[in-house]
Structures are given as C-alpha cells and as structure tokens.
C-alpha cells in the first residue's frame, strides 16, 4: 500500500509564506522524481516544481524565485516553501512522487487573500 501524506496548507495574506511537506511510505521505492502541482478552479493541473534524487530542480516560471523545493531522502519526503505568495498561487496542491509508477497526494488547500 502506498501513502503521500501531505500537509501545510492553510489560508495566507498576500506576502505571506506557507511550507508544504509530503512523506511516502510503502510498497514505493526506488524513488527517483518528487514534485509539486496545482489546481486552480477551473483550470487544468499544473507543474510547480520537481527535484531529482540528486537534486536538480525544475520550477514553473511563475514561482521562480519565490518557491523552493527540497527533498529528504532518508525520510522520503519532499518540501515546497513558498514565500512572497500571490492571490494567483490559490490551489489545490499535489504532491507527486515518480516511482516504478506515478503516485499523487490528496491534496492540500492553498489560499491566499489579497
């Protein structure tokens, strides 16, 4: 059985920062890629951000400079900061883990308020 718990979430001022956490466990090693996305309403899913096992990251334009993933791979789990956020950063977000198969989180609630 596989497991995502992802936490972090909540309601933030503009300008505010929030840190998402997603931790694996299970039937789900060798982990390679770990990441981020997110859903808008009425919008399709959407990259935020991905890390390799060695750490090369990958980042959505639009929250470059201002979001950092990170990962911890003796707890197999992965981090988003994000500071400075944007009422346009309000969404669902999925923690993604790529294994032998592509895994996804439930989904945590962002909001930010202007």
């Known amino acids: 059985q596989v497991q995502l718990v992802e936490s972090g979430g909540g309601l933030v001022q503009a300008g505010g920062s929030l840190r998402l956490s997603c931790a694996a466990s299970g039937s789900i090693f060798p982990i390679n890629a770990m990441g981020w996305y997110r859903q808008a309403p009425g919008k399709q899913r959407e990259l935020v951000a991905t890390?390799?096992?060695?750490?090369?990251?990958n980042y959505a334009d639009s929250v470059k400079g201002r979001f950092t993933i990170s990962r911890d791979n003796a707890k197999n789990t992965v981090y988003l900061q994000m500071n400075s956020l944007k009422p346009e950063d309000t969404a669902v977000y999925y923690c993604?883990?790529?294994?032998?198969?592509?895994?996804w989180g439930q989904g945590t609630q962002v909001t930010v308020s202007s």
């Open positions: 993604n883990v790529k294994s032998l198969s592509n895994y």
């Open positions: 890390i390799t096992r060695g750490g090369t990251t």
